[in-house]
């Protein structure tokens, strides 16, 4: 099973402020199958950007996903109120899906 | 546009079988190209699959589950069931269904999720 580590665990961060995301897999995850999902309180995840680095429909371009390999990176160039949620990356690989732990991201 | 509910008893004792459906509207759960999937967050805490379903009739779970789970489909009510046997307060989660293509392999929608607390 691949695992992924997701870091930090929680980010305080500012509105209009830059947030940087990491999410690191033990063995290589193919870029086509790396996920990136918001999720707010009470609500289901959101898919927000798929094969690493192509935004979901209606993800604002302040989102953006980059990495290969093992390493891979969500950022958030300016954070609007509405982005202080959890993070969570995800992939595919032989039928079976796993999660990072997730990302917290709160208002400083 | 495909959508889907989950539902099922939110009260599970220990040791008892948690069974639990979602229905998919918008679209035929026979489609080709397509899982259905159940993955689950303890309060609090973050996203484990728990399985899923592929529209040939295969099934794949995870590993640490697969003793206790069976997913299966009723074509005929266009819904998904979720089956875990054994529960204890560890299973104690919001349940979500969600599908994925063989195309995209992400989960994509979800349901809107429903909380199963096993307890006496």
């Known amino acids: 099973e691949i695992v992924l580590t997701q870091s930090p665990g929680t980010l305080s961060l500012s509105p209009g402020e830059r947030a940087t995301l990491s999410c690191r897999a033990s063995?290589?995850?193919?870029?086509?199958?790396l996920v990136w999902y918001q999720q707010k309180p009470g609500q289901a995840p959101r898919l927000l950007i798929y094969?690493?680095?192509t935004r979901a429909t209606g993800i604002p371009d302040r989102f953006s996903g980059s990495g290969s390999g093992t390493d891979f990176t969500l950022t958030i160039s300016r954070l609007e109120p509405e982005d202080f949620a959890v993070y969570y990356c995800?992939?595919?690989?032989?039928?079976?899906?796993?999660f990072g732990q997730g990302t917290k991201v709160e208002i400083k | 546009q495909l959508q889907l509910q989950e539902s099922g008893p939110g009260l599970v004792k220990p040791s008892e079988t948690l069974s639990l459906s979602c229905i998919v509207s918008?679209?035929?759960?026979?489609?080709?190209?397509?899982?259905w999937a159940w993955i689950r967050q303890p309060p609090g805490k973050g996203l484990e699959y728990i399985g899923s379903?592929?529209?040939?009739?295969?099934?794949y779970y995870r590993p640490s589950l697969k003793s206790r789970v069976t997913i299966s489909v009723d074509t005929s009510k266009n819904q998904i069931s979720l089956k875990l046997t054994s529960v204890t307060a560890a299973d104690t989660a919001i349940y979500y269904c969600?599908?994925?293509?063989?195309?995209?392999?992400?989960?994509?929608?979800w349901g809107q999720g429903t909380l199963v607390t096993v307890s006496s």
């Open positions: 969600a599908s994925v293509t063989t195309v995209s392999n992400y989960f994509d929608p």
């Open positions: 918008g679209g035929s759960i026979s489609s080709s190209g397509y899982y």
């Open positions: 379903f592929y529209y040939s009739g295969s099934t």
């Open positions: 063995q290589r995850v193919s870029s086509s199958y």
């Open positions: 094969d690493a680095s």
């Open positions: 995800q992939q595919y690989s032989r039928s079976q899906w796993t």
